[in-house]
């Protein structure tokens, strides 16, 4: 099987199944963490395209600005539903899956 | 390819031709065929490469080292004591650090988000190493030093710092955690896009994008330091806010914040991160060097290499002297001068650096 065949089903497939864990997770700071995983799948097939200047554009914009622009933005929300201090306010509640 | 990759070349041919020789020797006919394949122009190539990442890391992490110890003297100086005193002038201190904090527990918070716990510190130190890779330390001795668009990879990696620090400040479960990832990324933020500024405003002026090509027109030019003096400071303070020291030191104030993001990381893990920091200072000293001070050229006397070193260990001692001779500042202080001080800068050396374009005088 041809190498650059192979390694991009391996990216494409790690950047479709993050997308899909995206929507799947529970836990909406694990989901930005998948998204930003799904930005670095495409950054990485635009890299298989021999673009590496996208490539570069792709990480700096997205996993370096938009992410974390996305984490501030649920952190500076309520804290109950980012799920931090969980020992103070429900000492018995279960992790969210 | 530099000269460093052709003589690893040569000697990965020389080692893995031993090997294959040594596998011949056993008569078993599977081993010699595997001996024939090691010796195959794509395994020479990739042990090749990982010897001169392994090599230049290495040499990168032992001058990161040598910052720290440089900082614990001069530090020790400026407050009119010795500084540490352990072994040869004090640098067996940082091995005697190395070896107590590898000696300790690997301790993982009860309530904490294991995987992202796990996750953020390597992708934290993982981007500090490969931000190693970017810097060359001369046209010979450097991992690619020709490449393209070397100066915007660099500023690419640099960027996923901000997303680990506040996954890892989120996934310890901790107040003091949280709020220094917070502070971290959005000082980060702010201060990032006037350093973005600075470099752009070195690139329209060299009209290049690797480091060989801004080296080279700055030895047949003029250190870039001269005509761009604001971008210049501009870039020396944002750097010094970037690499989380002294006066934008609040993502992790001891007094308030514990160890900031770092809190509830224990062992090697926490070792790391307390030399990334000076990694990423030192990246950021070579930077500088790079885009403003002529990078590795210099008079012939000594080599190309001890010049680059030598520059870098001078602008990281005036990193030093900020440090000693300032004290912390706001957050909101922090913000307003990234935003209102430092932007417009960057946004003035940018306009001189095209007005000098345009009129011709480079």
């Not at chain 1, 700071?29 to 930005?39: D, E, G, Q």
């Not at chain 2, 720290?68 to 352990?86: A, H, N, P, S, Y």
């Not at chain 2, 980060?188 to 060989?212: N, Q, R, W």
């Not at chain 2, 989380?244 to 926490?270: H, K, Q």
Request: charged share 15%.
């Amino acid at each position: 099987m041809d190498l650059d065949l192979l390694f991009f089903l391996i990216f494409s497939g790690l950047t479709v199944g993050c997308a899909i864990m995206v929507l799947a997770t529970k836990d909406i700071v694990r989901s930005v963490v998948y998204l930003a995983a799904t930005f670095i799948g495409v950054a990485i097939i635009y890299l298989f395209l021999s673009s590496e200047y996208l490539f570069l554009i792709q990480i700096l914009v997205y996993v370096g600005a938009i992410n974390v622009l996305i984490l501030f933005g649920i952190m500076l929300t309520k804290r109950r539903m980012v799920g931090a201090d969980k020992c103070d306010d429900e000492p018995q509640r279960r992790r969210s899956p | 390819m530099s000269t460093l990759y052709h003589e690893l070349t040569n000697f990965t041919e020389w080692l893995l031709g031993l090997v294959a020789s040594l596998l011949d020797w056993t008569k078993l006919g599977f081993l010699s065929d595997f001996g024939d394949w090691l010796q195959t122009e794509p395994v020479v190539t990739l042990v090749a490469t990982l010897l001169v990442a392994v090599i230049f890391l290495i040499t990168a992490m032992m001058f990161g080292l040598c910052f720290i110890w440089e900082e614990r003297k001069f530090l020790g100086r400026f407050m009119d004591r010795r500084g540490t005193q352990v072994g040869m002038l004090g640098f067996f201190q940082n091995f005697a650090d190395g070896i107590k904090v590898v000696l300790k527990e690997h301790i993982v918070p009860k309530d904490s988000d294991h995987a992202l716990f796990e996750m953020a510190i390597f992708a934290y130190l993982a981007s500090t190493f490969m931000l190693f890779g970017c810097i060359p330390f001369s046209d010979n001795f450097a991992v690619f030093p020709n490449v393209n668009l070397a100066v915007l990879l660099g500023i690419a990696i640099f960027s996923f710092g901000p997303f680990a620090i506040l996954v890892g400040g989120w996934a310890s479960n901790n107040k003091f955690t949280l709020i220094g990832g917070m502070r971290a990324a959005a000082q980060l933020i702010a201060l990032e896009i006037p350093l973005l500024l600075c470099v752009v405003s070195v690139v329209v002026l060299t009209g290049d994008l690797s480091f060989v090509g801004i080296v080279s027109w700055q030895e047949h030019n003029i250190w870039l330091i001269v005509p761009l003096f604001i971008g210049a400071v501009t870039f020396f303070v944002a750097s010094v806010g970037e690499s989380e020291r002294i006066p934008f030191d609040l993502p992790e104030a001891e007094a308030e914040l514990v160890e900031g993001w770092a809190t509830e990381y224990g062992d090697v893990r926490w070792g790391l991160q307390m030399a990334s920091d000076y990694f990423r200072a030192y990246i950021l000293c070579g930077l500088f060097t790079m885009l403003f001070l002529g990078g590795w050229a210099g008079p012939d006397f000594i080599w190309a290499e001890a010049w680059y070193l030598a520059k870098t260990f001078i602008v990281f001692f005036f990193f030093i002297w900020v440090r000693a001779a300032t004290v912390r500042i706001r957050t909101d202080q922090i913000l307003k001068l990234g935003w209102r001080r430092l932007l417009p800068l960057a946004v003035l050396n940018l306009f001189v650096a095209i007005a000098l374009k345009l009129a011709g005088v480079f």
